[in-house]
């Protein structure tokens, strides 16, 4: 991999005169030329790189291999990894009768994406067991912003000012508490048993006319299904709370179980982790928000109806939080999750979740003579080590996940959640082939011998990739994301 082009950036590829483009003649007139507003002329040459055509392939062919992701190879990262994203629905997405679609347009030549949008409304509906959805949220975090809103606006909307707490399990993805102090709502966490799931008797004493409600996730992130989430429910129920369901990994309960019949209230979903859209590097996402019968009119503005004559409607409503995003959400995102489900259709989509679970405890069962097991027994479709079996050696989670790095996996998700010390949070997803499963276990069993016969080669990991151990702290405080000549 060692080549002229290897590891530079274009600039520092550049030499005077070089070029690799013709551009058309300029066949402006003078007098056109002149009608064009001053400030809008070049003065100087842009400063651009001088390449020939070979090295300007070359280079991004040769950045594009540095990249990982679901396409190159395995991707464990549990909790927020991508499920299965066929490749039909990026075509479908990308198709030109929707990509030119313009959100100004007259409402009566976009009746077909608003029939999609409807559409996915009323599947998302079914799937969960909600009266009505907003495909309006951008993102996981979003879609938990926007149900907290709505929330506040029933608590608002009945006079009682008071409910000012929302109740998050320790286990809890961080977006949760997050979310909950973006509403101007105070975070009271509730702690987890020892087997993963919420401890009903540290909620009781917290549960009073000052709760706004409680958010979960069920199966919680340790892959564990809470079985008591019937009496919770009740429990918050009956202190006038809510139920707020973080559903952004849906693939366990698809077609099984629907969080509306668990007793929750309001809910998102991340399309770009269960409905089918590639989400590395931090976008596009979309987080829609269902709430039971009752709460619809908080749903954020615009609205899309359907009337009796079938007309697709954009609606405002004065009831409504008003709007959180620009027009109608990441209408790609949704084109894709509605193309999913209606490719899978109800019979494959009830698959999804046994698979998904049996993948993860054929994993789990697989290692744990390896890696320490903390919670025994069935997980969903994830679940956590705490380290290695044996950590007399020191090597830890952070290596492990660096040395898998050199094997051409992913790393899993490490040090969340923070239950454990040394968590290590796999996820392998429905899709992955028995094949993949069992490289990856040899792999992860290979570490755990490696772990033990050569300590310091695991800790100095990765040796093979394009850069070694970064300094993450340094990384995430001081980021260069420019040219160097020109960050300085
Ligand atoms: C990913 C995830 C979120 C947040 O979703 P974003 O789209 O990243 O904002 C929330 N909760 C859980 C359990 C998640 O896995």
């Given at each position: 991999m060692n080549n002229t082009y290897y590891g530079k950036l274009i600039f520092e590829l550049s030499q005077e005169g070089r070029c690799g483009y013709t551009l058309p003649k300029n066949e402006l007139k003078e007098f056109e030329l002149s009608a064009l507003p001053s400030q809008l002329l070049r003065v100087n040459e842009p400063e651009l790189p001088q390449v020939d055509e070979l090295t300007v392939v070359r280079h991004y062919t040769n950045m594009s291999n540095n990249n990982f992701g679901v396409d190159t190879g395995f991707y464990p990262l549990g909790s927020c990894t991508m499920k299965y994203n066929p490749k039909i629905d990026e075509e479908i997405a990308a198709h030109r009768d929707f990509a030119v679609l313009h959100p100004w347009q007259p409402i009566d030549t976009v009746q077909g994406a608003l029939a999609v949008y409807h559409g996915l409304q009323e599947s998302l509906s079914e799937i969960a067991g909600m009266s009505e959805f907003t495909l309006n949220p951008f993102a996981g975090a979003h879609g938990e912003l926007t149900g907290l809103m709505v929330m506040r606006s029933y608590h608002m909307s009945r006079g009682d000012d008071k409910r000012v707490k929302v109740i998050v399990p320790d286990s809890a993805h961080g977006t949760n508490p997050a979310s909950a102090a973006v509403c101007g709502l105070e975070v009271v966490q509730v702690k987890s048993l020892p087997d993963g799931t919420v401890d009903v008797e540290d909620l009781r004493p917290l549960l009073d006319d000052t709760v706004a409600g409680m958010m979960m996730t069920n199966p919680n992130t340790l892959g564990i299904f809470e079985q008591r989430i019937a009496e919770i429910a009740a429990l918050v129920h009956d202190c006038g709370g809510l139920m707020y369901y973080d559903g952004a990994n849906l693939n366990p309960l698809?077609?099984?179980?629907r969080p509306g019949d668990l007793g929750f209230d309001i809910m998102h979903i991340n399309l770009h982790k269960t409905f089918s859209t590639p989400h590395g590097g931090g976008g596009p996402g979309s987080g829609p928000v269902g709430v039971r019968q009752g709460l619809e009119q908080f749903l954020p503005n615009p609205r899309v109806t359907k009337n009796d004559e079938g007309f697709y409607d954009i609606n405002f409503t004065d009831e409504s939080l008003g709007s959180i995003s620009g027009f109608l959400g990441n209408f790609g995102v949704i084109l894709r999750a509605y193309a999913y489900i209606l490719t899978l259709g109800c019979e494959n989509l009830k698959m999804v979740g046994p698979l998904a679970t049996l993948n993860a405890n054929y994993v789990k069962e697989s290692l744990k003579d390896c890696y320490e097991l903390p919670i025994e027994g069935v997980c969903k479709h994830e679940f956590v080590f705490?380290?290695?079996?044996?950590k007399s050696s020191g090597v830890t989670t952070l290596d492990v996940a660096k040395r898998l790095l050199d094997y051409g996996f992913h790393a899993p998700t490490i040090y969340f959640p923070l239950l454990f010390h040394q968590a290590l949070m796999i996820e392998p997803t429905e899709n992955e082939s028995r094949e993949t499963l069992d490289g990856f276990i040899e792999v992860m069993r290979t570490i755990a011998c490696e772990a033990h016969d050569n300590p310091d080669m695991v800790k100095g990991a990765p040796h093979h990739t394009p850069v070694r151990r970064l300094d993450d702290t340094q990384a995430a405080l001081h980021p260069i994301v420019t040219f160097k000549e020109l960050a300085q």
């Open positions: 698809l077609g099984r179980c705490d380290g290695l079996k044996d």
